[in-house]
Nanobody
């Protein structure tokens, strides 16, 4: 049974940092899977903020967060992280981790992800 559980959200001021965690269970880290972070603000579509393959490829990021967000994966702890720096009000959203098992590449198409966590709220105040 696959489960993804996010934590680490909260409220911070503009320019601050947060580190989100996603504990994954039921995902075989020995095979190639895509693990990604998405976010969804009220009234907006769910958007990808980056992903990484469990095989060890370099994470990818959209331009909106490149240089500010960093994804990392601790296979021993089965945990995916999202380090967010230089936060802006437009980063306010519910953040989700998602998994595409047995896939050789990642993308930002939310409909292509099989498993999702319940999300953790991030609020940036000015």
């Amino acid at each position: 049974q696959v489960q993804l559980v996010e934590s680490g959200g909260g409220s911070v001021q503009v320019g601050g940092s947060l580190k989100l965690s996603c504990v994954l269970s039921g995902i075989d880290m020995g095979t190639t899977n895509c693990l990604s972070w998405f976010r969804q603000a009220p009234g907006k579509e769910r958007a990808g903020v980056g992903g990484v393959l469990t095989g060890g490829a370099t994470p990818f990021y959209p331009n909106s967060v490149k240089g500010r967000f960093t994804i990392s994966l601790d296979k021993d702890q089965n945990t995916l992280y999202l380090q967010m720096n230089s936060l802006k009000p437009e980063d306010t959203a519910m953040y989700y981790c998602a998994a595409r098992p047995n896939r050789a590449y990642c993308n930002t198409d939310a409909s292509s992800y099989t498993f999702w966590g319940h999300g953790t709220q991030v609020t940036i105040s000015s």
